[in-house]
T-cell receptor, first 119, second 115 residues
């Protein structure tokens, strides 16, 4: 069965610290997509990144970086030099190509990690 | 640019009332999804449309929930005879292609409170 686990419920750091948010996924599909979304206190889900299962290259975007490792079914997210504006709930999500039927590409979310960055 | 919009942003209903929640997807997006997000949880899938066709409604929690997208653009999620357990944020998302292949962009959500 497909599943996304974010073991860290809450993380609190001081500004300028680096922080890594963990994400572990389960799927039977060989083709799948992984996402990270940010949900600030305003409530809207903001898209951060999408990776497909065939692309294991790590990605860096400014202070954000993502480490995708198929061998451990993990897709971790690191914020370097955190800032107060990074405070939010971060969700990791999975969608499948539907090779095993049933899935139409809906996202399966983890429970989220609440990040608090203190000044 | 125009993103996904939802209305109303907040809705308070008395138990037993019917409610209708509206979603305007990004123009030209083929796929539209509805999710339900309970407090402190991740969003959970309700239903999926590809154009006007509802291809998956496996996540709808009961037959009191009904969704439509008659012209392949705007969608409405209707909840009949609301119950307290229906209190949640209802999120709409759209994607250019089939959702699994493409990024889903979310609206701001409708926060439903059932008293």
């Amino acid at each position: 069965a497909q599943k996304v686990t974010q073991a860290q419920t809450e993380i609190s750091v001081v500004e300028k610290e680096d922080v890594t948010l963990d994400c572990v996924y389960e799927t039977r599909d060989t083709t799948y997509y992984l996402f990270w979304y940010k949900q600030p206190p305003s409530g809207e889900l903001v898209f951060l990144i999408r990776r497909n299962s065939f692309d294991e290259q790590n990605e860096i975007s400014g202070r954000y970086s993502w480490n995708f490792q198929k061998s451990t079914s993990s897709f971790n997210f690191t914020i370097t030099a955190s800032q107060v504006v990074d405070s939010a709930v971060y969700f990791c999500a999975l969608s499948e190509a539907g090779n095993y039927g049933g899935s139409q590409g809906n996202l399966i979310f983890g429970k989220g990690t609440k990040l608090s960055v203190k000044p | 640019g125009a993103g996904v919009s939802q209305s109303p942003r907040y809705k308070v209903a008395k138990r037993g009332q019917d409610v209708a929640l509206r979603c305007d997807p990004i123009s030209g997006h083929v796929s539209l999804f509805w999710y339900q997000q309970a407090l402190g949880q991740g969003p959970e899938f309700l239903t999926y449309f590809q154009n006007e066709a509802q291809l998956d409604k496996s996540g709808l929690p009961s037959d009191r929930f009904f969704a439509e997208r008659p012209e392949g653009s705007v969608s409405t999620l209707k909840i009949q005879r609301t119950q307290q357990e229906d209190s949640a944020v209802y999120l709409c998302a759209s994607s250019r292609d089939r959702g699994g292949r493409d990024t889903q962009y979310f609206g701001p959500g409708t926060r439903l409170t059932v008293l």
